[in-house]
C-alpha cells in the first residue's frame, strides 16, 4: 500500500505534469512551424509598404501588387544584417531605417529624402511602443503626410496651428515628448542618412 501511496502522491503528479509540458510545447510548436511562413510574409509586407509610403509612392491595396512595384522600383542595401538603404527609381529617391529613443522605449522609421538627401519624401513607422492615443497618434496619416516636401530641421508647433513656415510641424497634442523624440530624430536624419549611404556604396 505505501507503495501505491507514494506513486499516487509524487510520481504520478510529476510524470502528468511532463506529459501536459509536452503536449503543449508539441502543440505550440506545430503553430509556429505552421505560421511562421506567413508572419515572415507579413512583415516583409508591411516593411515594403513603409518603404513605398515613405518615398511618397501610392501604396497599392494589394500585397502582390505591392510586392510587383516594390520590385520594380525599389532596390535594397543590407547595413548591419538586415535591408537598411533603400534606392527608389535608380537613386531619384532614398529611404533608410533610422531609429531614435521614444517614451517607452525605441521608436524605428523609414525616412524617405529626394536624391539631394535633404528634402524629405515622407516617414513611416516601422516600430514603435508608445501610448495608444497620445504618442501612438505619430501613425496617424496627417502626421505622417506634413513633413513631405520639407527639408529638416524642424521646430514644432501645436497641433491646431493652421499658418505654419516650411521648417515647422505640428505636433501631437498631449504627447509632448514622443513628438519631440520624433522632431530630434528627423533633424538628425540627413547626417545619418549621408553615413548609411556612404557605408552601402
Do not use: C, H
Not at 36 to 43: I, P, T
Not at 102 to 126: N, R
Amino acid at each position: 500500500m505505501q507503495e501505491v501511496s507514494f506513486f499516487k502522491e509524487r510520481v504520478y503528479p510529476i510524470l502528468f505534469m511532463v506529459f501536459l509540458t509536452v503536449v503543449f510545447i508539441s502543440a505550440i510548436s506545430g503553430i509556429y512551424l505552421q505560421t511562421a511562413s506567413l508572419v515572415e510574409e507579413n512583415e516583409t509586407i508591411f516593411l515594403k509598404r513603409a518603404v513605398l509610403f515613405s518615398a511618397g509612392i501610392p501604396v497599392p491595396e494589394s500585397n502582390n501588387e505591392i510586392n510587383r512595384v516594390y520590385s520594380e522600383r525599389v532596390k535594397e542595401y543590407m547595413v548591419n544584417g538586415k535591408p537598411g538603404v533603400f534606392e527608389v527609381n535608380g537613386g531619384e529617391s532614398y529611404a533608410f531605417r533610422i531609429s531614435g529613443p521614444g517614451l517607452w522605449g525605441e521608436i524605428e522609421a523609414l525616412i524617405g529624402f529626394d536624391e539631394d538627401l535633404k528634402t524629405m519624401t515622407g516617414i513611416d513607422f516601422i516600430k514603435q511602443n508608445e501610448t495608444p492615443g497620445l504618442g501612438a497618434r505619430i501613425e496617424e496619416e496627417w502626421f505622417k503626410a506634413q513633413f513631405r516636401g520639407k527639408t529638416p530641421p524642424f521646430s514644432l508647433v501645436r497641433e491646431d496651428e493652421e499658418d505654419i513656415d516650411p521648417d515647422e510641424v505640428n505636433a501631437i497634442t498631449g504627447a509632448t515628448n514622443t513628438s519631440n523624440y520624433i522632431r530630434d530624430m528627423i533633424n538628425r536624419s540627413p547626417g545619418q542618412a549621408a553615413e548609411l549611404l556612404e557605408e552601402v556604396r
